[in-house]
């Protein structure tokens, strides 16, 4: 069965440090990539996303990601983080099936101390 | 105001009730979905429905049942068959066309059973 890994479940980090937060998955075929994120009190929102073409991608609030097909990974990165990015951050696979399902990693929760 | 609601935010069940929670789209999308939120476990899918009248199981649909008569509507219900009910459960549906299937997600409801 597919699975997505998220090897840390938590991080710590001061203001301006960067993030890079890993994501593995075991699907051997063609995938879309997600990642979302979950700011305390709030609903899942979609941070960015991979379904072809340049494996860099670029979503909201600064986040990139890198999609390494021989890796199986698709990490998340922020050069510098604020406050206000302290959050649960998941990342999520779709293997293109019939019904879009979405398998996603355990999380990570991040927090940034001001 | 487009989007995802759910309701209630936070419901409260005794033992051996079944209960319903509530989901609406106004986004005019034909694919819905259940999702349940466990603490560092992601989100794992319930159930799913990609049409009007049709809907398939997802990975732990044991305890649980939903029906889908309007395109707008998805509720779930949580049986007392369900052994462990108190999660957080979150509603998504989904757009499509463009290769860019994107799911996006409701506020939540959080189940808590006394």
């Known amino acids: 069965a597919q699975s997505v890994s998220q090897h840390n479940h938590h991080v710590i980090l001061s203001e301006a440090a960067s993030l890079e937060l890993g994501c593995n998955y075991s699907y051997g075929g063609t995938v879309n990539l997600f990642w979302y994120v979950q700011y305390p009190g709030q609903h899942l929102q979609l941070l960015l996303k991979y379904f072809s073409g340049d494996p860099l991608v670029k979503g909201i609030k600064g986040f990139e990601a890198e999609f390494i097909k021989s890796k199986f990974s698709f990490n998340l990165r922020k050069p510098s983080v604020q406050w206000s990015d302290t959050a649960e951050y998941f990342c999520a696979v779709n293997k293109g099936n019939a019904g879009n399902m979405l398998t996603f990693g355990g999380g990570t929760r991040l927090m940034v101390k001001p | 105001d487009g989007g995802i609601t759910q ?3 936070y419901l409260f069940r005794k033992e051996g009730q079944n209960v319903t929670l509530s989901c609406e ?3 005019n999308h034909d694919a819905m979905y259940w999702y349940r939120q466990d603490p560092g476990q992601g989100l794992r899918l319930i159930y799913y429905s ?5 809907f398939q199981k997802g990975d ?5 049942s939903v029906s889908r008569e309007k395109k707008e509507s998805f509720p779930l219900t949580v049986t007392s068959a ?3 009910p108190t999660a957080f459960y979150l509603c998504a ?3 499509q066309g463009g290769g860019t299937d994107t799911q996006y997600f409701g506020p939540g409801t959080r189940l808590t059973v006394l």
């Open chain 2, 60 to 64: 732990i649909a044991e305890g649980y």
């Open chain 2, 50 to 54: 990609q049409i009007v009248n049709d």
């Open chain 2, 82 to 84: 369900q052994k462990n």
């Open chain 2, 93 to 95: 549906s989904r757009s």
């Open chain 2, 25 to 27: 789209q106004n986004l």
């Open chain 2, 7 to 9: 309701s209630p935010k």
